[in-house]
T-cell receptor
C-alpha cells in the first residue's frame, strides 16, 4: 500500500559525481515536493511541481535540478555533490483539489557523499 | 512569510507520564498548522492538523493539540506516553499549503 516511494533508500556517491534520486507516487497527486533535511534540522523545501509547472525556492543552489516526466514520477538530480549535500532527501505529494489537503511524505533517501 | 519556533529541542520523559511539546508560530495571515512525527530513517507522518473550527484537535496515537490564536501557539500533548512514542516531532505552518515551513524539531525520548 505504499503511496509515496523513494528509491534508493540509501545512496552513496563520491564528491563531484552526479547522482539522481527517484520518487514515485500512486496517489495521482498534482503537486510534488522535494525537501532536504540535514541531521537534526527541519526539512527545507528545495522546489515543487504544480502539475508540470516547476517552482524553485529562491535559495536552492543551482547544483540541484529536478525533472517530472509524468504525474507519477519526479527526480532530483544533484549535478556535482559536495560534502555539504549529505542529507536525507524527502519527497512529498499533495492533491490540489482542496487547498487544505495534507502533504504525504515518502520514507526518504539518505545521501552520503564521500 | 510564516515561521515556526519549537521551544524545546529535546524532551526526556518517563513512560506513562504526560508530555507537552511546544510550538509557536508567526504569520501576518491565517495559517494552517500541523504536527508531524519522524521515526529514525523514515519520512514524516502526519499526527494532526488544524485548518479551522474547533481549536482542540485530536490526532493519531493519542496525541492532541490546541490552537491558541492569541498566543500564536499550537502545543502538542499526550496524557500518557509509551516507549514507542520516542521520535522527532515537527511543528509546521502553511498559509496556502504550497509553502510549508517546519520548526527545528523536538526530540522526544521516553524512558522506562
Amino acid at each position: 500500500d505504499a503511496m509515496v516511494i523513494q528509491n534508493p533508500r540509501y545512496q552513496v556517491t563520491q564528491f563531484g559525481k552526479p547522482v539522481t534520486l527517484s520518487c514515485s507516487q500512486t496517489l495521482n497527486h498534482n503537486v510534488m515536493y522535494w525537501y532536504q533535511q540535514k541531521s537534526s534540522q527541519a526539512p527545507k523545501l528545495l522546489f515543487h511541481y504544480y502539475d508540470k509547472d516547476f517552482n524553485n525556492e529562491a535559495d536552492t543552489p543551482d547544483n540541484f535540478q529536478s525533472r517530472r516526466p509524468n504525474t507519477s514520477f519526479c527526480f532530483l538530480d544533484i549535478r556535482s555533490p559536495g560534502l555539504g549535500d549529505a542529507a536525507m532527501y524527502l519527497c512529498a505529494t499533495r492533491s490540489r483539489r482542496a487547498p487544505t489537503d495534507t502533504q504525504y511524505f515518502g520514507p526518504g533517501t539518505r545521501l552520503t557523499v564521500l | 512569510a510564516q515561521s515556526v519556533t519549537q521551544l524545546d529541542s529535546q524532551v526526556p520523559v518517563f513512560e506513562e507520564a504526560p508530555v507537552e511539546l511546544r510550538c509557536n508560530y508567526s504569520s501576518s495571515v491565517s495559517v494552517y498548522l500541523f504536527w508531524y512525527v519522524q521515526y529514525p530513517n523514515q519520512g514524516l507522518q502526519l499526527l494532526l492538523k488544524y485548518l479551522s473550527g474547533s481549536t482542540l484537535v485530536k490526532g493519531i496515537n493519542g496525541f492532541e493539540a490546541e490552537f491558541n490564536k492569541s498566543q500564536t501557539s499550537f502545543h502538542l500533548r499526550k496524557p500518557s506516553v509509551h516507549i514507542s512514542d520516542t521520535a522527532e516531532y515537527f511543528c509546521a505552518v502553511s498559509a496556502n499549503n504550497n509553502d510549508m515551513r517546519f520548526g527545528a524539531g523536538t526530540r522526544l525520548t521516553v524512558k522506562p
